[in-house]
């Protein structure tokens, strides 16, 4: 257990619609990263939060969108989903922006 | 972007036999890190490597960041069932407090009792 949780495990809905995964990072981790991971294209580094600011910017699509809050946990939120939207979401903490980061076990999209 | 290319993308070994595999970046990296992923779980960090040239152990494992640092390596010894995974290499260039992964598609490894 890296201590990083994300909520749902598994979600499945509809294209068009528009959905919320959330992430706690570790206790005491200010940075966290959220990435996409689909079999065609890897692991994909999205965006990341420190303290409560966007630090960096990665593939992520303007219909995805995230934001950290004051207790620190995240949520990345995505929008008009397309099939190709479906894919494992993984959220990532690390206590500084220069440390090694640990993943959580994902979410699972699945947009049919 | 920038690009990893990680190799073998597969591998099958018997139990007991040693792996290699290696990251070629076309940029250098100021951090390589190796993570392993099993199914249905995030992947786990293994090695974290900071300078050029770093040789660090964890157990069985062995990294190496490249002189280049545009390269890393990764050695597994005497390999048991439960090495079984997908093994990422990443690297990272951290600057301006910005802090973000590139990984390389994954080595597969299957171990054979």
């Known amino acids: 257990d890296s201590g990083v949780t994300q909520t749902p495990k598994h979600l499945i809905t509809a294209t068009g619609q528009r959905v919320t995964l959330r992430c706690s990072p570790r206790?005491?981790?200010?940075?966290v990263y959220w990435y996409q991971q689909s079999l065609d294209q890897g692991l994909q580094f999205l965006i990341q939060?420190?303290?409560?600011?966007?630090?960096a910017k990665g593939n992520i699509l303007e219909r995805f969108s995230a934001q950290q809050f004051p207790d620190l946990h995240s949520e990345l939120n995505l929008s008009s989903l397309e099939l190709g939207d479906s894919a494992l979401y993984f959220c990532?903490?690390?206590?500084?922006?220069?440390?090694?980061?640990?993943f959580g076990q994902g979410t699972r999209l699945t947009v049919v | 972007g920038q690009q990893l290319n990680q190799s073998p993308q597969s591998m099958f070994i018997q139990e007991g036999e040693d792996v290699s595999m290696n990251c070629t970046s076309s940029?250098?990296?100021?951090?390589w890190l190796w993570y392993k992923q099993e199914p249905g779980e995030g992947p786990v960090l293994l090695i974290a490597?900071?300078?050029?040239?770093e040789l660090t152990s964890n157990g069985r494992l062995t990294a190496q960041f490249g002189i280049t640092r545009k390269d890393s390596f990764l050695n597994i010894s005497a390999s048991i069932p439960s090495d079984v995974g997908i093994y990422f290499c990443?690297?990272?260039?951290?600057?301006?407090?910005?802090?973000?992964?590139?990984f390389g598609k994954g080595t597969k490894l299957s171990v054979i009792p």
């Open positions: 990443a690297g990272a260039y951290s600057g301006a407090g910005s802090y973000q992964l590139t």
């Open positions: 206790s005491g981790d200010l940075s």
């Open positions: 990532a903490s690390s206590p500084r922006t220069r440390d090694p980061a640990f």
């Open positions: 939060y420190y303290n409560g600011e966007e630090r």
């Open positions: 940029s250098i990296f100021n951090t």
């Open positions: 490597l900071y300078k050029a040239g």
